[in-house]
């Protein structure tokens, strides 16, 4: 089994920065698995919001978090990162991690390992 856990929300206004950390563990986690972010508002559905590869070579973004948001990932340490800056009240959800042992994808189905999240507040 794989456990993620997710650490780094809360409360920022508007223009200002998050790092999010999402720290894997479990007998069978390897630095093999892509992971990814994604995030729920309320009364939406879950959406991609960026992926990285296995090496750390590959990245993918959303729309959304294209020019704000950087992943990166430290096999070293089992944790994958999501930095983000110039936040808007329309980043506010819950940010999940979740791994899988194929390539990225934005579809959340496709992914193996969840973790439980953490909220992401955007004040105007």
């Known amino acids: 089994q794989v456990q993620l856990v997710e650490s780094g929300g809360g409360l920022v206004q508007a223009g200002g920065s998050l790092r999010l950390s999402c720290a894997a563990s479990?007998?069978?986690?390897?630095?093999?698995?892509?992971m990814g972010w994604f995030r729920q508002a309320p009364g939406k559905e879950r959406e991609f919001v960026a992926g990285?590869?296995?090496?750390?070579?590959?990245?993918y973004y959303a729309d959304s978090a294209k020019g704000r948001f950087t992943i990166s990932r430290d096999n070293t340490k089992n944790t994958v990162y999501l930095q983000m800056n110039s936040l808007k009240p329309e980043d506010t959800a819950v940010y999940s991690c979740?791994?899988?042992?194929?390539?990225?994808?934005?579809?959340?189905?496709?992914?193996?390992?969840w973790g439980q999240g953490t909220q992401v507040t955007v004040s105007s």
């Open positions: 479990g007998r069978t986690f390897s630095s093999s698995y892509t």
């Open positions: 990285i590869s296995s090496t750390g070579i590959n990245t």
């Open positions: 979740a791994a899988r042992r194929a390539a990225v994808t934005g579809t959340p189905v496709g992914y193996d390992y």
